[in-house]
């Protein structure tokens, strides 16, 4: 399709926000900061949606610093629950889709296999819980949604495990990364790509295939040791020990899952689109940031 959807997104400095700014390539997209529309306020939230001339509405904001969130769930809360509620609750009144972006931590971790999305949620932490009552607020809401369910987000933007291990190693000959933690890592401008893929689809009279809870996750599963082995193979310079350790060596206020490997075969099903390997958008973000070779 040519025409291209006009979406108001939630969040301008964030990762995935980033990812959509930077690929709205027709211009698209209205992005509102926290200092235009305050999270915290839901009916500044609904007025912004009310207002809008706009077909989609994207949800790219959410609170996400894990640990801090099991001292601030309140505010976790606010803006990972309460906010996505009343902007689905907006949509729905003016029949207007919405896209909101959910994470791997409302499951437990205790599947031996990759987590499917009718399989039951059971978050062990804060951030977890509030962004678990965010699904449920938006499926609630009676909004054509598409609920996007993401694991492991890494970006040239913001604070994530690629770039906290590239500047660790600016310091440090030996790295201990956990190595008991399972996942797939996933490119948010993999993501931007496929919500902007979509949006039309999501606008238009058959969108209704394009609603509901779905997986994105790069393609292969590793562990956190085993992305930060991936990154420095890549990367120039000195190349750091890793040292494996497991997460009783590295305890942390909110408990992660131990395995948060996303099954994405309903996105492929149902869809048509099936995520690349994550080893390829780690390569294309390390380029981004001036850390890979060119051997």
């Not at 399709?1 to 211009?27: C, H, S, V, Y």
């Not at 409302?106 to 399989?119: L, T, Y």
């Not at 120039?236 to 206020?253: K, L, Q």
Request: charge should be negative; hydrophobic fraction near 45%.
């Amino acid at each position: 399709m040519n025409w291209a959807p006009r979406i108001l997104q939630f969040g301008a400095t964030g990762q995935l926000a980033r990812e959509l700014i930077a690929r709205d390539r027709g211009k698209a997209v209205t992005a509102l900061s926290r200092e235009q529309v305050d999270l915290t306020d839901t009916r500044a939230v609904a007025d912004a949606i009310a207002d809008a001339d706009v077909d989609l509405v994207v949800n790219a904001a959410a609170y996400t610093a894990v640990d801090r969130a099991e001292s601030e769930e309140d505010l976790a809360f606010a803006v990972n629950a309460a906010a996505p509620g009343a902007m689905a609750q907006a949509c729905a009144r003016r029949k207007i889709p919405l896209i909101h972006l959910s994470t791997d931590y409302v499951f437990d971790g205790e599947k031996a296999g990759a987590w499917r999305e009718d399989d039951p949620i059971g978050p062990l932490n804060a951030y977890g819980r509030t962004k678990a009552a965010g699904e449920t607020a938006v499926a609630q809401s009676g909004a054509r949604a598409l609920v996007l369910r993401a694991s492991w987000v890494f970006s040239p933007y913001g604070r994530n495990f690629v770039k906290t291990m590239l500047n660790a190693a600016r310091t440090r000959d030996v790295l201990d990364v956990v190595d008991d933690q399972h996942g797939r890592p996933t490119a948010a401008g993999e993501i931007a790509e496929f919500i902007f893929a979509v949006a039309p689809a999501l606008t238009s009279a058959i969108g209704d295939a394009s609603a509901g809870v779905f997986h994105f996750a790069g393609e292969g599963a590793t562990t956190w040791r085993g992305l930060a082995d991936a990154i420095f193979e890549r990367a120039p310079g000195p190349r750091p020990r890793i040292e494996p350790i497991a997460t009783a060596d590295y305890p942390t206020p909110a408990r992660r899952p131990m395995n948060s490997v996303l099954d994405c075969e309903k996105l492929e099903r149902v869809l048509g689109v099936r995520p690349r390997p994550w080893r390829e958008g780690l390569a294309e973000t390390l380029k981004q940031l001036g850390a890979e070779t060119h051997a």
